[in-house]
């Protein structure tokens, strides 16, 4: 089984940065895409970023693009995103997801419908 458990989260004041992490255990981590997805209050969610396997590629909301960074350590199992230049806007629940196949279609990593296995999310609240 398939888990993912963030950390991380916190408040910071708008401008700031902020570093999240999810650890994964139940399979081989290197194998797969990982993404970030978030969800305001009142909001459907959204992505924001997606690294693939083997780190070298690399997809990005419009919205933090040049702001955010995804990065993962195969070793560890881990999957990252550094914040910087936080809005209040970036104020969300963010989670950690990955896909059941190690198959996926880039274009439609942003729908989430390439991710089956999601995380419990780690709040970062972004004061003005």
């Known amino acids: 089984q398939v888990q993912l458990v963030e950390s991380g989260g916190g408040l910071v004041q708008a401008g700031g940065s902020l570093r999240i992490s999810c650890a994964a255990s139940?399979?081989?981590?290197?194998?797969?895409?990982m993404g970030w997805f978030r969800q305001a209050p009142g909001k459907e969610r959204e992505f924001v970023a997606a690294?693939?396997?083997?780190?070298?590629?690399?997809y990005y909301a419009d919205s933090v693009k040049g702001r955010f960074t995804i990065s993962r350590d195969n070793v560890k199992s881990t999957v990252s995103l550094q914040m910087n230049s936080l809005k209040p806007e970036d104020t969300a629940v963010y989670y950690c997801a990955a896909p059941s196949s190690i198959y996926y279609v880039a274009t439609a990593l942003a729908s989430g419908k390439e991710f089956q296995y999601w995380g419990q999310g780690t709040q970062v609240t972004v004061s003005s």
């Open positions: 690294i693939t396997a083997s780190g070298g590629g690399t």
């Open positions: 139940g399979r081989s981590f290197s194998r797969y895409v």
